[in-house]
């Protein structure tokens, strides 16, 4: 069924996404996204379509430390089942993150510490892109740092995802989605709680390497997940 529907900050509406870079229009998507999945799961389920155009977001904690994590950079939690979350095509929706260390969605763990184990949840048609280059300074600053492309750091610890998924969920599809120059694209986190039946389907994937060879990974970073199904991508 057809989920809440957004409109632009030139007309009037519940769920309102502005259009341009600033960390004021970033983090307003944000949480009009969150809200309106949220709305829609809450509902019993049902379609989120994200309309074409350019779309910040942004965490509301921005954290580069070494005890940083993605689910803390988070700024689209998802904590609700029976959702799907659709872009209007990969040449039409752009998810952009607003600074290096911005997870666009982490489901199942949000940067609230708030968890749930999530079940049928569906990410497809769109682009996400990370900035690696976008260096935080405080909550709404960044820089842009040459030298340091990653915010991951030498404990590994894993920020700069551009997805993530926490706590068993599971029943999780990532379709005709394409993801531009974060550090981990899809991220699979456990902690001893595992990550079952994912499907990644249809994507295409393309790090940024700059002045660092091996910056990234191609597709897929995490632990122990069961039943993966990876297959035509790209």
Known sequence: TAGPSFTTNTSPGTYVLMTNNSWTAAANNATQIANAISAAGTSGGGIVTIPPGTWYVAQPF?????????WQNAAIGILVNNVVVMG???????????NRAT???????????????????????MTMEGQPFAAVTNVTGIYN???????????????GATTAYYNNSYNISVTNC?????????????????????????CAFNICG?????????????????????????
């Not at 921005?62 to 993605?70: A, C, K, L, R």
């Not at 997870?103 to 497809?124: K, M, R, V």
């Not at 740092?145 to 920020?159: C, E, H, K, R, S």
């Open 145 to 159: 740092n040459t030298n340091y492309l990653q915010a991951q750091d030498d404990w590994g610890v894993d920020i």
């Open 62 to 70: 921005p954290n580069e430390s070494y005890i940083g994590d993605s």
């Open 103 to 125: 997870t666009i969605f982490s489901i199942g763990e949000n940067s609230y510490t708030n968890g749930a184990q999530c079940q049928n949840i569906t990410l497809c048609n």
């Open 88 to 98: 209007s095509g990969i040449n039409a929706t752009y998810i952009l993150g607003y």
């Open 178 to 202: 394409q993801f531009l120059y974060a550090f981990n694209p899809i991220s699979l986190h456990d902690g001893g709680l595992n990550i079952s039946n994912v499907l990644v389907e249809g």
């Open 210 to 234: 700059g002045s660092v060879t091996n910056f990234g990974n191609v597709a897929i970073f995490g632990a122990t997940a069961y039943n993966l199904v990876v297959t035509n991508n790209t």
